[in-house]
């Protein structure tokens, strides 16, 4: 068998463009039933290749996966037949087996790159990943092939080409397997380490190539990109983690494909304790999922994410993260930098951090300071600005909110009407008439009289804080006192404003803005008269709901394009206060008295003339 090993190179190339489909087919023929056609195995391998074309490739790849199926059992790990080449040398069986693990080895790692490779056909990738799935599943005794699987994710996230359709085959077909997700997560972990260990050693470095650095910062956001859109394709544990009846793909049909040489009642009893076993095991997994959940994902958001990523993890962390973490304070870090940042990336991470702060105890100062500075007019129009402001409505919900705070955001919500869509406005009526009914205290806004001193009493606390109250109360008499460019809404000396800017709703161009601001008329501190308004009803309005809503409205008078009465005017005395338009009778009447003062005289200048033509004639 020595001599089996010597003679599998020298013939490999010229071998590989004189052989035919036909004569591939007999080679795997001759390989599979006889041992003294060892040595077409590495012809076989040269197929298994991009570069092949896809029926020898195929070829190639189901005589290979149909040799080394069966002996795999039998074939020492990489790690060990190394350790023990030192104490068997000489062994022909062990030198043998060996030498066909590293044929199996380099097997493995051809049809990684066949399954990646952009060249290769959809169809037979789909076949590769089927093939690659048998060895992960039988490699290893019965039990998960962790190293193969590992090298596959390893070769999956590092590739540089779009690999979504292998991804998605492997989600589709594999991911509800509850193993395969369990090794999903640790691979991933240790992936997203390496690549955050690799991230501070090239930052540390100084790196004079600017094209190497640009390279290297494309290629970690792509890998980057892998990652998550692997995390993201991962089912989630559903269920109590009590349950044992998880399918696993390690176990199913394993035991069939096993070679043993016990006799029948060993290897049912053999079969029945694996079985029990691989149950247990189930369970185990199902138990430490959620700790390799937690893990990989924590992991990958050390990672430094590229904008897009970070929005789409943002968007659905409150969701599909969150709920399924052992420990969810873990993401205060991440999500308090984020909020921090300010712009639409607060506004997608208000979500999740609000979810921390009310259902785990999350403590987090100067948080209404962070959300009043997220009051500006793009946030209006922001593609996540729904659920924003439902949430935006929840955290003013509170009974304990502090008079001046409630205050700063009516206020500012106020002013933010003067400038925002029709759709913004409707939201900021809800908004307000939610705050007046909720807190009594800054009804004063919504009427104000110059001199009130019940505004100076309201703002006492805010005068201590901001140590403008001096300034403020030298300003002249309709003066308003708050302060719009202040980002402190303690210092914006809101309570000792009003809501002016609201009573100008009542004219808007926008017909159901002047229709909803009506709502704002009622008593809103008799509570047991009024109700709250949905914001959620408003929050993601547009000009095109509006305008949907307008044309299916039911009018009871259809506009007409004439006057029922004639106009005396162009316009009336209540646009311009102080202007009169009236018609001046007297005038009309010097008027018509000059003019026929005109025609008299133009009538005897024609007689006087007709007069002389007679005489001259």
């Known amino acids: 068998m020595a001599s089996v090993v010597s003679i599998n190179k020298p013939k490999k190339k010229k071998a590989k463009h004189s052989v035919s489909l036909s004569e591939l087919k007999t080679l795997g023929h001759q390989l599979l039933s006889s041992r003294a056609h060892i040595n077409n195995l590495p012809l076989l391998l040269s197929f298994v290749s991009p570069t092949s074309p896809p029926p020898y490739a195929l070829e190639s790849l189901l005589s290979l996966q149909s040799f080394f199926t069966p ?15 030192a104490s068997l040398g000489d062994d022909p069986d062990f030198i043998y087996l060996t030498w066909l693990r590293s044929k199996f080895d380099l097997f493995v790692h051809s049809l990684i790159e066949l399954a990646i490779s952009p060249d290769s056909d959809e169809t037979l990738k789909e076949i590769v990943l089927d093939t690659i799935m048998e060895f992960v599943k039988v490699g290893n005794n019965g039990r998960f092939h962790s190293a193969i699987y590992h090298k596959f994710l390893h070769s999956i996230v590092h590739s540089t080409m779009s690999i979504y359709f292998l991804i998605d085959l492997l989600a589709s077909k594999y991911f509800q397997y509850i193993d395969v997700r369990y090794f999903t997560y640790i691979s991933l972990e240790k992936l997203a380490r390496t690549l955050e260990s690799k991230n501070i050693s090239d930052n540390t470095e100084v790196n004079a ?77 199902s138990k430490k999922m959620g700790l390799k959940f937690t893990k990989a994902w924590i992991s990958f958001l050390r990672l430094p994410l590229p904008l897009d990523v970070y929005k789409e993890v943002l968007v659905s962390l409150h969701q599909a993260v969150i709920p399924y973490l052992n420990n969810p304070i873990m993401l205060c870090d991440f999500l308090t930098r984020s909020y921090d940042i300010g712009g639409v990336v607060s506004v997608m991470a208000l979500s999740s951090l609000f979810i921390l702060m009310t259902q785990y105890g999350l403590e987090y100062p100067n948080f209404y300071e962070k959300l009043y500075v997220l009051l500006v007019p793009s946030t209006f129009m922001a593609k996540h600005r729904a659920k924003f402001f439902q949430l935006l409505d929840s955290c003013l919900k509170s009974p304990l909110l502090p008079a001046y705070l409630a ?68 300003r002249k008499p309709g003066m308003d006192h708050f302060n719009n460019e202040e980002s402190n809404p303690i210092k914006s000396n809101a309570m000792r404003s009003s809501l002016w800017e609201v009573d100008t709703l009542r004219h808007h161009y926008c017909p159901p803005v002047s229709r909803f601001i009506l709502s704002l008329e ?13 914001v959620e009803d408003f ?42 338009f009236k018609n001046d009778d007297s005038k009309e009447e010097d008027d018509g008295n000059e003019e026929n003062e005109i025609t008299n005289i133009s009538d005897e200048h024609d007689h006087r003339s007709a007069k002389r033509r007679v005489e001259s004639s």
Not at 78 to 84: H, L, P
Not at 409 to 434: E, Q, T, Y
Not at 548 to 575: M, N, W
Request: glycine share 4%.
């Open 522 to 534: 009622n008593d809103l501190t008799v509570r047991a008269k009024t109700t709250e308004i949905t």
């Open 71 to 85: 002996i795999l059992p039998s074939l020492p790990s990489s790690s060990s037949s190394k350790a023990s080449s």
């Open 407 to 474: 205050a700063a955001f009516a206020k500012k919500l106020s002013r933010l009407s003067l400038s925002v869509p029709p759709s913004g406005a409707l939201v900021v009526i809800a908004l307000i008439h939610n705050l007046l009914r909720r807190h009594p205290s800054i009804n004063c806004l919504v009427h104000r009289e110059d001199g009130d001193e019940t505004a100076k009493d309201n703002s006492k606390a805010e005068k201590g804080d901001s140590g403008t109250g001096s300034d403020m109360s030298s």
């Open 539 to 580: 929050s993601s309005g547009s000009y095109a709901t509006i305008f949907g809503d307008e044309i299916r409205r039911r009018v009871k008078q259809v506009p007409v394009a004439f006057y029922k009465v004639t106009p005396t005017s162009l316009f009336s005395e209540s646009d311009f206060a102080g202007w009169t």
């Open 209 to 285: 190539d600017s094209n190497n650095e640009s390279h290297s910062r494309t290629s970690m956001e792509v890998f980057i990109h892998n990652i998550h859109y692997i995390l993201s394709q991962i089912p989630h544990l559903e269920g109590s983690d009590e349950k044992s009846d998880y399918e696993m793909w390690s176990t199913s049909g394993s035991d069939s494909k096993e070679v043993s040489a016990n006799s029948k009642a060993e290897d049912k009893q053999s079969q029945t304790e694996k079985h029990n076993n691989n149950v247990l095991s189930a369970a185990k997994i």
